[in-house]
């Protein structure tokens, strides 16, 4: 069974702090994906990571893939009060498709 | 390029009854995907279609059901609708099923907002 674990569930900071969430697998994956879902829409892609080691910035969000390829990490500077939602992270696996196996969300509210 | 484009909006229903929810992927896009979101449980994969056939299936009862069409359009049924059942259906689309990652980038619509009473 494959197990995907984002933590922490749950984030409220001030505006303009920095933080980080995080997503781990029981298993190696093909690529990963990260998410921001705000309430009542659909998820929006942010990022696709596929290859160990990869550091991806977009904007005040800075993505990064474990060299193992069983973890990433999402990192952001400066918090604004528009970077509030959830934030979901997906991975795919080549023996399956790519279906892609959705971890249970980081629901962040960031406080003006 | 016109998003995935997900009716009806908002639904109410009771139990006991069925309801049918639709999808429309992004031009170009064959495989289509449906989810279910409660605040519980998180999403859960129900389905994908590619090509008018069902490739991958979650763990949900056969109340649940779905078809593609030979547009790609897909559309999604619930029969005897129970409260549990009430949750956010997304349905997003990517380009193929297949070919590595660059291809399995899923773009979701709205959702169709499900209330059983």
């Known amino acids: 069974t494959q197990l995907l674990e984002q933590s922490p569930q749950f984030l409220s900071i001030q505006e303009g702090e920095n933080l980080t969430v995080y997503c781990n697998s029981s298993?190696?994956?093909?690529?990963l994906q990260w998410y921001r879902q705000e309430p009542g829409e659909g998820p929006v892609l942010l990022v696709t990571v596929v290859t160990g080691g990869e550091v991806k910035k977009l904007k005040r969000l800075t993505f990064q893939f474990g060299d193992a390829r069983k973890d990433s990490s999402l990192h952001i500077t400066a918090a604004q009060t528009g970077d509030t939602g959830l934030y979901l992270c997906a991975v795919g696996f080549e023996d399956s498709n790519y279906q892609l196996i959705w971890g249970a969300g980081t629901k962040l509210i960031i406080k003006p | 390029k016109a998003g995935v484009t997900q009716t009806p909006r908002y639904l109410i229903k009771t139990r006991g009854q069925q309801v049918t929810l639709s999808c429309s992927p992004i031009?170009?896009?064959?495989?289509v995907s449906w989810y279910q979101q409660t605040p519980g449980q998180g999403l859960q994969f129900l389905f994908e279609y590619f090509s008018e056939t069902q490739r991958n299936k979650g763990n949900f009862p056969g109340r649940f059901s779905g078809r593609q069409f030979s547009n790609s359009r897909s559309e999604m049924n619930v029969s005897t609708l129970e409260l549990g059942d009430s949750a956010l259906y997304l349905c997003?689309?990517?380009?193929?099923?297949?070919?590595?990652?660059?291809?399995?980038?899923?773009?979701f619509g709205p959702g169709t907002r499900l209330t059983v009473l």
């Open positions: 031009s170009g896009h064959r495989s």
């Open positions: 997003a689309s990517r380009v193929r099923s297949s070919g590595g990652p660059a291809y399995n980038e899923q773009f």
């Open positions: 298993s190696v994956f093909s690529s």
